[in-house]
């Protein structure tokens, strides 16, 4: 977060969710919250379902599982939870082959 001061420059508020921020393609928050009504709803715009939306959806899933895997694994040292999230890469993997 950013704000103006009384001299007119900007300076840094707060930085929220630094460990997984990223600009990209707001489909990719559907990713994220697992497609829920309620959060599709407040886009006021379908998802794409065509069948380049869907393989990008997977592939943004793909990031999202290997990303986790690295966290879950480094940050956490949750050897479950980074087999979970690494069988989730794999399947993806194989779903993007097909």
Known sequence: MIDKDKNDNWNIKAIIDSDRVMYGDNE?????WDMNESF?????????????????????????????AYIVKIQHNNIEGYNQCFNWAKDLLNKLNK
């Open 28 to 32: 990719f928050e559907f990713v994220l």
């Open 40 to 68: 599709k709803k407040g886009y006021k715009k379908d998802i794409d379902n065509t069948e380049k939306g869907i393989k990008r959806r997977l592939l943004y899933m793909l990031i999202t599982a290997t990303a986790n």
